[in-house]
């Protein structure tokens, strides 16, 4: 596809993430963790970020119990999308009901389009995934949505990203839930070439994913990987980024990292295992 290999890789977590919605959790110390993401791939016009993510949209939407945004969403829209999101599993003792929204955004002006301290604060809940998030609305008036769940990947540019975010903004907590991926420049491909994709490949990949789609439990981690954890921890995860506008993003680099390795245990097995 001439996309960047890196912007490829966090694609395909993006992709696992948004499968496992919040029906996976990793217990820690600190309270339960779901894998979810909100990824950012930053580049100038006509590196493939469009190409890329509308892939992921489109992967998405073959899973018939996924909840898939439209690719072009404003803030209410997203909510009212939430509310009728809802699912109910009877799985275990007791239903539980949840809200999971899938969302791949080519524009991340769509979702986001100016800086909104209340909007990135709503942004921050739904991240967070509680067990209630409420919010007034248009199309319902006060809402009550038990156990949101938001996964995002959205494209943007440098220019928009430095405009919407103030050097405040860095301050606070929304910008330490991002993961902000940068390409500067595509790789040269020929218009004229004949990339054909492989229907049988795609098809392995969507059965697989369905199996991802149907994953439920806690992750668990593995003695030996947790020996490996705490090496890591008491080294501060070196090399940590020093930038001071970077300094509550890598507090949470632990939580990122915990939720990329449920997204990798997920793509190789089914056993929940790390």
Same mark, same amino acid.
């Given at each position: 596809?001439?996309?960047?290999?890196?912007?490829?890789?966090?694609?395909?977590?993006?992709?696992?993430?948004?499968?496992?919605?919040?029906?996976?959790?990793?217990?820690?110390? /600190?309270?339960?963790?779901?894998?979810?993401?909100?990824?950012?791939?930053?580049?100038?016009?006509?590196?493939?970020?469009?190409?890329?993510?509308?892939?992921?949209?489109?992967?998405?939407?073959?899973?018939?119990?996924?909840?898939?945004?439209?690719?072009?969403?404003?803030?209410?829209?997203?909510?009212?999308?939430?509310?009728?999101?809802?699912?109910?599993?009877?799985?275990?003792?007791?239903?539980?009901?949840?809200?999971?929204?899938?969302?791949?955004?080519?524009?991340?002006?769509?979702?986001?389009?100016?800086?909104?301290? &209340?909007?990135?604060?709503?942004?921050?809940?739904?991240?967070?995934?509680?067990?209630?998030?409420?919010?007034?609305?248009?199309?319902?008036?006060?809402?009550?949505?038990?156990?949101?769940?938001?996964?995002?990947?959205?494209?943007?540019?440098? /220019?928009?990203?430095?405009?919407?975010?103030?050097?405040?903004?860095?301050?606070?907590?929304?910008?330490?839930?991002?993961?902000?991926?940068?390409?500067?420049?595509?790789?040269?491909?020929?218009?004229?070439?004949?990339?054909?994709?492989?229907?049988?490949?795609?098809?392995?990949?969507?059965?697989?994913?369905?199996?991802?789609?149907?994953?439920?439990?806690?992750?668990?981690?593995?003695?030996?990987?947790?020996?490996?954890?705490?090496?890591?921890?008491?080294?501060?995860?070196?090399?940590?980024?020093?930038?001071?506008?970077?300094?509550?993003?890598?507090?949470?680099?632990?939580?990122?990292?915990?939720?990329?390795?449920?997204?990798?245990?997920? &793509?190789?097995?089914?056993?929940?295992?790390?």
């Amino acid at each position: 596809m001439g996309v960047p290999p890196l912007w490829r890789r966090w694609a395909a977590i993006s992709t696992i993430s948004g499968a496992l919605e919040r029906r996976v959790v990793l217990k820690t110390a /600190k309270g339960a963790l779901a894998p979810n993401f909100f990824i950012l791939l930053i580049s100038p016009p006509g590196v493939g970020k469009s190409v890329i993510i509308n892939e992921v949209h489109h992967c998405w939407s073959q899973i018939p119990n996924l909840k898939v945004a439209p690719s072009s969403t404003t803030r209410a829209g997203l909510i009212d999308f939430m509310v009728d999101a809802q699912k109910v599993d009877v799985s275990g003792p007791l239903p539980l009901v949840y809200h999971s929204v899938l969302c791949a955004s080519p524009e991340f002006g769509n979702l986001v389009p100016q800086y909104d301290n &209340a909007w990135l604060n709503i942004l921050n809940d739904l991240y967070d995934c509680g067990t209630l998030f409420s919010d007034m609305t248009r199309k319902y008036g006060e809402i009550r949505i038990e156990h949101p769940h938001l996964c995002i990947l959205a494209g943007t540019q440098p /220019k928009y990203l430095d405009n919407l975010l103030p050097d405040a903004a860095f301050g606070m907590g929304f910008t330490s839930r991002l993961i902000m991926v940068y390409a500067g420049e595509a790789k040269y491909q020929s218009l004229f070439t004949n990339v054909q994709k492989s229907a049988q490949l795609h098809q392995y990949l969507l059965d697989d994913l369905k199996v991802v789609a149907k994953l439920k439990g806690e992750f668990y981690l593995t003695p030996e990987a947790i020996l490996r954890w705490e090496a890591l921890a008491q080294g501060g995860f070196a090399p940590a980024p020093e930038h001071s506008k970077l300094q509550h993003y890598v507090s949470r680099r632990p939580a990122h990292l915990l939720k990329t390795m449920m997204c990798f245990s997920a &793509a190789e097995r089914d056993d929940l295992r790390i």
